[in-house]
């Protein structure tokens, strides 16, 4: 298990310059591969509960059993203290929400957020699911979330800026009316679960390096439809938007290969094909990679 799971402080590395990042082995991959498979089954098992009834805190349960038995842990519980074994956000809340008693009801929009730690490696992923029908702006919004998703993640290839990330986000759904998240970010994953690059959801020239081989790290933007600033519930983990309209993301864990980018927790043979899937005008059923 994580050190923090004892001490909820997880370690400290040295100090480093934003574009100093750990390029994986082909031995840190593999294990990264494993981690990111069992992400993507405990998400699917997640994703598989969201019914009108079902309360988010019935569907943590559910993910720390499927971790524990397959002798993982689940990166969340104790994390800087979290309390739960992942995170559930739910309308307008934009990330790091805390499972709980509340029923999920018809029209709901959840983003279900999945890290494992197993063999020494994190891997990290979330989907969004809807609660039986939800309303034609809902829809809207996680089409336009996930396509600008998947546009940033196919941009990914050796010798490109993480700062060009950003922009692809941030000018897709401004178009479209919607806003992106500035005060959360997707990051670099490994033994450690947030460490370099940062990967900011909006146009910046951060000085946050280049794509390499081995490079690991997540995208994961969150779009309002109103304001993108949040407030901080008495809880002092869950950010929801300011304004209470509704929000999306999606996150992969992702790796820089010789001819692209593939994802870690990408989905498998079998696993369920959403709508905004089917319907994306950026790639159309499940987003396996993008190579030259």
Request: net charge negative.
């Amino acid at each position: 298990i994580p050190s923090f799971a004892l001490t909820s402080v997880p370690p400290s590395p040295p100090p480093a310059l934003p574009w100093v990042i750990e390029k994986k082995t082909p031995s840190m991959i593999s294990k990264m591969e494993a981690s990111g498979i069992l992400a993507r089954q405990c998400l699917e098992l997640a994703g598989s509960m969201v019914k009108p009834g079902v309360t988010t805190e019935e569907i943590d349960l559910a993910v720390h059993e499927e971790c524990i038995k397959n002798g993982a842990y689940p990166s969340p519980l104790n994390y800087h203290g979290f309390p739960k074994s992942c995170c559930t956000s739910v309308n307008e809340v934009i990330c790091h929400g805390i499972p709980d008693a509340r029923k999920l009801k018809e029209g709901d929009i959840v983003n279900l957020d999945v890290t494992v730690y197993k063999d020494g490696f994190h891997g990290d992923c979330s989907e969004m699911f809807v609660v039986g029908e939800t309303d034609e702006k809902s829809k809207e919004l996680i089409q336009v979330t996930y396509d600008c998703w998947v546009k940033a993640m196919s941009f990914c290839r050796p010798g490109r800026s993480y700062s060009d990330i950003g922009g692809i986000i941030e000018d897709y759904v401004t178009e479209r009316g919607f806003s992106t998240v500035r005060a959360f970010c997707g990051h670099g994953i490994g033994s450690v679960f947030h460490t370099n690059p940062n990967i900011l959801h909006y146009k910046n020239s951060e000085p946050n390096g280049k794509m390499e081989v081995g490079h690991t790290f997540t995208i994961e933007p969150m779009i309002c439809v109103g304001t993108n600033r949040h407030v901080t519930w008495p809880d002092n983990w869950t950010a929801a938007t300011k304004d209470g309209g509704r929000t999306a993301q999606f996150e992969h864990t992702l790796l820089i290969t010789e001819d692209g980018v593939r994802p870690l927790t990408g989905k498998r043979e079998g696993d369920r094909v959403q709508w905004w899937e089917e319907n994306s005008e950026v790639c159309k059923g499940i987003w396996k990679g993008s190579f030259n």
